[in-house]
T-cell receptor, first 116, second 112 residues
């Protein structure tokens, strides 16, 4: 079955530290890839997305992600985190086969806490 | 402003009762989705609808039902057959090919 894995469930960092959150998926075909963020008490918001082209994509708030097809990965990065980045982060994949339709499959989420 | 409205924000239900969660969008999006969010499990797809009067089961449809009589509305009924209904429910919509979802603010359902 197609699945999305986020191996880090909880991450604690100090301000100015670098961030990398892992995301892997199980599917050898074409995919569309997304990262969403959920700040405390707020809606899920789109951080960035990848459909094709340059595998390094830049999103809002200084985030970026790199698609490595050979590793089935789409890791999220930020060079220097801020306290305001404290949130839960979700990786999501649209598996582009006949059965997937338009829906996204989400990973289990990573809770990031940034200490001031 | 366009968006998705979920109501109510908090809902309490007695065991054995059915309850309906509302989801309305004014984005003119074709597709709508219901997800359930549980700690550590991310978002799991309950039902989705790509067009009016059509909907499909997701990964965890048992104990739930939906309807899509209007493009703007996609209500979710949590039936008494759902064994563990206490959760946070999220509604989302998208336009055509997936370019990302727009999410509602969610409904937290608690069974007492």
């Amino acid at each position: 079955a197609q699945s999305v894995s986020q191996h880090n469930h909880h991450v604690i960092l100090s301000e100015a530290a670098s961030l990398e959150l892992g995301c892997n998926y199980s599917y050898g075909g074409t995919v569309n890839l997304f990262w969403y963020v959920q700040y405390p008490g707020q809606h899920l918001q789109l951080l960035l997305k990848y459909f094709s082209g340059d595998p390094l994509v830049k999103g809002i708030k200084g985030f970026e992600a790199e698609f490595i097809k050979s590793k089935f990965s789409f890791n999220l990065r930020k060079p220097s985190v801020q306290w305001s980045d404290t949130a839960e982060y979700f990786c999501a994949v649209n598996f582009m086969n006949n059965n997937a339709g338009n829906m996204l499959t989400f990973g289990g989420g990573t809770r990031l806490m940034v200490k001031p | 402003d366009g968006g998705i409205t979920q109501s109510p924000k908090y809902l309490f239900r007695k065991e054995g009762q059915n309850v309906t969660l509302s989801c309305e969008q004014n984005l003119n999006h074709d597709a709508m989705y219901w997800y359930r969010q549980d700690p550590g499990q991310g978002l799991r797809l309950i039902y989705y609808s790509q067009i009016v009067n059509d909907f499909q089961k997701g990964d965890i449809a048992e104990g739930y039902s939906v309807s899509r009589e209007k493009k703007e509305s996609f209500p979710l009924t949590v039936t008494s057959a759902q064994k563990n209904p206490t959760a946070f429910y999220l509604c989302a919509s998208s336009m055509g090919q997936v370019r990302g979802y727009t999410f509602g603010s969610g409904t937290r359902l608690t069974v007492v």
